[in-house]
């Protein structure tokens, strides 16, 4: 792992700054949603975030072969927000004392990490592209569209299970 002290002070400096990083982020999501299943209660989210489990396992496969292009290693750079956001995650489900509003939390920290993905790829996407590498942009544009699916999906379940957690303390009376 390396620290944020490399001297950048080129776009492709940065470019592969951010791709060791956002590296680091997808390790991190491997990590987290196996206990995320565990957490779920309803059916089509656990099932919802197997199948993200498998896509994030590709999305780490494609930035190795991206960095391996670029650097010949695959070094991360520790990406600290998802740290955050992981812990943050955890904090709210930790204190649901509902199925329901369990499982809406988890989406709702899970949606985080998706729009941070989003964000940070949009990003990637368009140095790739400015740095005339447009085979990596074209890998990094399948990875956004499967986080764009599963930031998605995540909203009409969570539509669904919205009207259960709002009854939560009602159904427990
Ligand atoms: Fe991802
Ligand atoms: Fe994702």
New binding site residues.
Partial sequence: MKFFSANIDSLRKLYINQLQMMLSA?QQ?TDALPKMIDKATDTQLKQAFHS?LQ??EQ?VTRLEQILRQTTGDTDTVRCKVLSALVTEAEDMIKDAKDDSVRDVALIAG?QR??HY?IASYGALRQFARILGETAQAQTLDQTIK??GH??HLLTEISDRINPYAEKGAERAA
Avoid: K, L, N, Q
Wanted: no cysteine; net charge negative; hydrophobic share 30%.
């Fill in positions: 997808e999501i993200h896509e994030t999305h899970a990490v998706e993905e499967e986080e599963a930031d």
